[in-house]
Nanobody, 122 residues
Framework: QVQLVESGGGSVQAGGSLRLSCAGS????????MGWFRQAPGKEREGVAQ???????YYADSVKGRFTISQDNAKNTVYLQMNSLKPEDTAMYYC????????????????WGQGTQVTVSS
């Protein structure tokens, strides 16, 4: 059974940093496309970052240059380092995974974590 468990969310002031973690079980994160999504109250879920098994990354324009997705194969964990946080980054953040090594966009993610809340105050 595949499980993705996020952690690392919290409250921070604008300009601060947080690192989210997504630990996988029953699934090898390094072999497949991994992604981070977020959903703010009253808004649709949006893709934030993705990483394929070849190490290629892709970021939404809204976070490019501030967020970094990475993985630790030994820990079977994917991270989202978030710097220079803004109030508009406030959302529930979700980790997700595909069954393919390639990503090709933010659709088609099959496995999802339960989410971790990020709140950025001005």
């Amino acid at each position: 059974q595949v499980q993705l468990v996020e952690s690392g969310g919290g409250s921070v002031q604008a300009g601060g940093s947080l690192r989210l973690s997504c630990a996988g079980s029953g699934y090898t994160v390094s072999r497949n496309c991994m992604g981070w999504f977020r959903q703010a109250p009253g808004k649709e879920r949006e893709g934030v970052a993705q990483l394929n098994s070849g190490g290629d990354t892709y970021y939404a324009d809204s976070v490019k240059g501030r967020f970094t997705i990475s993985q630790d194969n030994a820990k079977n964990t994917v991270y989202l380092q978030m710097n220079s946080l803004k109030p508009e980054d406030t959302a529930m953040y979700y980790c997700a995974a595909k069954d393919t090594w390639y990503c090709l966009g933010f659709s088609g993610f099959r496995y999802w974590g339960q989410g971790t809340q990020v709140t950025v105050s001005s």
